[in-house]
């Protein structure tokens, strides 16, 4: 099983930009879906994007359409997520993912993150 781990998690301000890690080890996650999740208080965790792992092609929630930007790099075993211009509404803990499947449910995922903390102030 992969193990995850989040970092760049912060503060920023609404206009600005933050660009989350996502480290993995245990295996290589060249055949893995990888994704990211996010939960706000009192929210159910939500799904945010993933990418496939063959062909590299990414899958976005509407609300985030043209702001961020999920990639990976498999020779260094990481993905990112790239946030500009993050709203208020972005706040929440967000959690990179893997599975072997399309992730665009909780139930696909065998591999999660701890979770990082993303503020977003107006």
């Known amino acids: 099983q992969v193990q995850l781990v989040e970092s760049g998690g912060g503060l920023v301000q609404t206009g600005g930009s933050l660009r989350l890690s996502c480290a993995a080890s245990?295996?290589?996650?060249?055949?893995?879906?990888l994704g990211w999740f996010r939960q706000a208080p009192g929210k159910e965790r939500e799904f945010v994007t993933y990418i496939d792992w063959d062909f590299g092609s990414t899958t976005y929630r509407d609300s985030v359409k043209g702001r961020f930007t999920i990639s990976r790099d498999n020779a260094k075993n990481t993905m990112y997520l790239q946030m500009n211009s993050p709203k208020p509404e972005d706040t929440a803990v967000y959690y990179c993912a893997a599975g072997r499947k399309p992730i665009r449910s909780t139930s696909g995922v065998t591999s999660w993150g701890q979770g990082t903390q993303v503020t977003v102030s107006p």
């Open positions: 245990g295996r290589t996650i060249s055949t893995y879906w």
